[in-house]
Structure formats: C-alpha cells, structure tokens
C-alpha cells in the first residue's frame, strides 16, 4: 500500500526507531511500512495517523482508487 510514512516522519526529525518507540513497534516494522514490503494492520495504521494527527486516508492510499 503506497504510503506518506517516511516524508512524514523526516519532517518531525524522527528517526525510524523513534517512531517505532512511539507506536510500540520495531525499527524493522517501521523500514518494512516505508518501504511498502507490508501493510499495517487497522489498528496500527489508525495508531499511525493519530500520531501524526491525520486522517488514515492522509497517510495511506487506496490501491484500488
């Protein structure tokens, strides 16, 4: 799933372990979801956005339109 992962958090000054921290998940877990090699879960991908105050749909694009 295309996502707005990494430009958001470059734009805090996070690094992918410091995101991790803040949604309780790995460095790892982080570098697969900016990569797209996996999709979040509903429940982290709502963990995601409320982290950075935005709506699902600002951070993650439907791949079916």
Same mark, same amino acid.
């Given at each position: ?5 990494? =430009?958001?958090?470059?734009?805090? @000054?996070? =690094?992918? %372990?410091?995101? @991790? ?13 900016? =990569? %797209?090699?996996? &999709? /979040?879960?509903? &429940? ?7 982290? !950075? ?6 951070? !993650?694009?439907? /791949?079916? @339109?």
């Amino acid at each position: 799933m295309k996502n707005h992962l990494r =430009t958001l958090r470059t734009a805090q @000054g996070w =690094t992918q %372990e410091e995101l @991790g921290r803040r949604l309780g998940v790995s460095r790892q877990a982080i570098n697969a979801l900016e =990569t %797209e090699k996996h &999709d /979040p879960s509903l &429940d982290l991908a709502y963990r995601i956005a409320a982290v !950075f105050g935005l709506a699902v749909e600002a951070i !993650f694009e439907n /791949p079916h @339109g």
